[in-house]
C-alpha cells in the first residue's frame, strides 16, 4: 500500500529514531522522575552571556551574520584554540561558525562522505555520526572499544578496521558516553596510522573543556595532522549553552571551503542571538565555565563513589559528564535495565545499547545534575536493586 512514509527515501525510512530522545521524552512525563539520561548541564548560561546578547537584540541586532559567523568570534576561537590546545588556524578562512557542533559533524560528513566510502567510528559513541554517514550512502564502519583498554582507541583495532574503501575516522576525545580521554601518546600511533593510510579525521572536541584528570589533546596537534583533520567545538557542554545553538568547525582553509558552500545553503549562519552570547563567553566567561567544571568534577567523584557502592562497576571518567557503569551483573539487557530503572526506581538513563557495539552491558548517567539529585538517584538505585535481589 502506498502510505506517506513511502515519500522518503529508503535511507531515512530505515533510519533509528535516537534512542537518547526516547528516555528523555519518558522522564520529561513524569515529575517523580529522575532525569539523568540527557547530556545538558544543569546550569543556566552565565548571566554575562546572556545580558551581552540581550543587549545585542534590544539595539537591533537581530539579522543575518556573516555566513562564515561573526569575525570578533572567528578571531575568539581562533586565539583560543591556539593558546590552549596549540592549534593555528586562520580566523578569516580556516574557521566556520555552525549552528551547534551538530551542523559542523553533519557538514563534515556531507562534504567528505561519498557512496561507498567507510568512515570508522569508535564505539560505544554519540549517536549521531553512524546514521549521518549513512544519510550520504556511506559505510559507517563500528570499531568496538572495550573497557578493559579503558575505552580509549587503539592503533592494532585502529589498523583492523582500515580497508581500502575508509575514507575518514571519526574521534570523540573525552567521550559521550564513556568519558575516556586519550593522551598525546595515546594519538600517536593512530596518526601514523592516519597518515600512512592518507585518512580524514574528523575530531569531535565538544568535551575539550570538560577533562578532569591530564590535559586534553587534539589529534590534530600531532605532526602531520593539521590539515588532515576537521576540529570540531561548541559552547552547548562547556557554557551551559544548549540553546543557543552556537559551535564551530576549523580545517585547512582548502578543506574548509567544502563545508562552507554547503553551510552557505542550507543554514546561512548560526544565530546571532547565540554568537554574541558565545563572544562574551569567551572573552569573559572563563570564571563561570570554570566553576562549573569544579562542580561537575565534584559531582563526577562522588556519583561514580556511589555506583561502585551499590554493586554497579564503574570505571572512572576522565572526562565529559557521563558515568557509564556496567549492569553486566544484574543479568538484565540495557534496554531492560533502563526500562525497569525508570519504572521502579523512577530515574532515567540510557541503555548502553544505543550507543553501538560494545554498550550492550552499560548504562549511561549523565552527572550534569544537582548533587542532590545525584545522590537521591544512588539511594533509589541501590534500594531497587537490593529490592530485585
Ligand atoms: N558531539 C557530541 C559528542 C555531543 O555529545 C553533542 C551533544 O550531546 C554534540 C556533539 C552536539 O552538541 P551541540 O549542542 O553543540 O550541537
Redesign the pocket.
Known amino acids: 500500500m502506498n502510505t506517506t512514509n513511502s515519500f522518503l527515501t529508503p535511507i531515512v525510512q530505515t533510519m533509528p529514531p535516537s534512542g537518547i530522545r526516547q528516555f528523555f521524552n519518558a522522564a520529561e512525563a513524569d515529575p517523580e522522575v529522575i532525569s539523568l539520561g540527557v547530556?545538558?548541564p544543569d546550569f543556566v548560561t552565565p548571566k554575562r552571556a546572556i545580558e551581552a546578547s540581550a543587549r545585542a537584540l534590544e539595539s537591533g541586532r537581530t539579522m543575518y551574520t556573516p555566513n562564515e559567523g561573526l569575525m570578533e568570534l572567528r578571531e575568539a576561537i581562533a586565539e583560543y584554540l591556539y593558546s590552549r590546545f596549540q592549534l593555528s588556524y586562520e580566523p578569516s578562512r580556516e574557521v566556520l561558525v555552525t549552528?551547534?557542533?551538530?551542523?559542523a559533524?553533519d557538514l563534515a560528513l556531507r562534504a567528505l562522505v561519498s557512496p561507498g566510502d567507510e568512515v570508522i567510528i569508535p564505539v560505544p559513541g554519540?549517536v549521531?555520526y553512524a546514521p549521518l554517514v549513512s544519510l550520504n550512502g556511506g559505510r559507517a564502519v563500528e570499531l568496538e572499544l572495550t573497557a578493559e583498554q579503558d575505552f580509549k582507541l587503539t592503533a592494532d583495532a585502529l589498523q583492523q578496521a582500515i580497508t581500502p574503501r575508509t575514507k575518514a575516522l571519526v574521534v570523540?576525545f573525552p567521550s559521550?558516553p564513556t568519558g575516556a580521554v586519550m593522551t598525546a601518546a595515546d594519538w600517536l600511533p593512530i596518526a601514523s596510522l592516519a597518515i600512512q593510510h592518507n585518512l580524514v579525521v574528523i575530531s569531535?572536541e565538544?568535551?575539550a573543556e570538560l577533562t578532569y584528570v591530564g590535559e586534553h589533546t587534539s589529534i590534530a596537534s600531532l605532526p602531520g595532522m593539521r590539515d588532515r583533520t576537521l576540529v570540531?567545538g561548541?559552547?552547548?557542554?562547556a557554557f551551559a549553552m544548549?540553546g543557543w545553538?552556537?559551535?564551530y568547525l576549523c580545517g585547512e582553509r582548502e578543506l574548509l571551503k567544502g563545508m562552507i558552500k554547503i553551510h552557505q545553503y542550507t543554514a546561512l549562519c548560526a544565530p546571532i542571538m547565540g554568537q554574541i552570547a558565545a563572544i562574551e563567553c569567551m572573552r569573559n566567561g572563563q570564571e563561570d565555565k570554570e566553576s562549573m567544571k569544579a562542580a561537575f568534577d565534584e559531582r563526577r567523584k562522588m556519583f561514580v563513589q556511589g555506583l561502585n557502592e551499590i554493586g554497579l562497576p564503574c570505571r572512572e571518567p576522565k572526562g565529559?559528564f557521563y558515568a557509564f557503569p556496567s549492569i553486566a551483573g544484574t543479568g538484565l539487557s540495557s534496554q531492560q535495565f533502563a526500562e525497569r530503572m525508570l519504572r521502579e526506581a523512577k530515574v532515567a538513563a540510557v541503555p548502553g545499547h544505543v550507543f553501538g557495539l560494545g554498550g550492550e552491558g552499560f548504562i549511561r548517567c549523565s552527572y550534569a545534575a544537582s548533587s542532590g539529585q545525584l545522590q537521591e538517584a544512588v539511594e533509589r538505585i541501590g534500594r531497587w536493586l537490593k529490592s530485585a535481589e
Open positions: 547530556g545538558e549552528v551547534g557542533g551538530s551542523e559533524i554519540y549521531a570523540n559521550n569531535d565538544m568535551y570540531i561548541g559552547f552547548s557542554k544548549t545553538r552556537v559551535g565529559a
